[in-house]
């Protein structure tokens, strides 16, 4: 399945342990990632900024997520109806990557639940349908 991870999803699975570090590792175990420029850049200033993550780290997550990556591009979707002009590019990044999910923690994205035919979710959301119970479950269905 391709998933978009959004920068809260990566910042929290970076700087602690838990449900998001274990669904990434699963994202890129068994799973097609998507990332976008726009990602990078925000994971980058958000780890640094808002985390203090030391430089060597966030390099070491920058080619964590764009080794194997798919590529996108942030090219605005019109009908988006969000305030954040950094959320747009998030949810049109992953759309038009043709990611299958968008998993982000942002509420204001969440309440969107789609767009075309792409499902956003929660990062419990995720977990609970890829790997069909709570961390540390069974691999994935």
Known sequence: MRVFLDTNVIASATATRGLCADLLRTVIEF???VVADCLVEETRR??????????D????????????????????????PLRDPADVAIVSAAANG???????????????????????LAPR???ERARGGPPGGGPPR
């Not at 990556?69 to 979707?77: D, G, K, T, V």
Request: proline fraction near 3%; charged fraction near 30%.
């Open 46 to 55: 958000v780890l640094r900024e808002k985390f203090g993550a030391p430089q």
């Open 98 to 120: 043709s990611a299958e999910v968008l998993v982000t923690g942002d509420r204001e994205i969440l309440d969107l639940r789609q767009v075309g035919s792409m499902e956003i």
């Open 125 to 127: 959301e995720f977990w």
């Open 31 to 33: 799973h097609e990632l």
């Open 57 to 80: 780290l966030i390099h070491d997550v920058v080619r964590l997520l764009t080794q194997d990556a798919i590529r996108s591009e942030a090219l605005p979707h019109a009908d988006l």
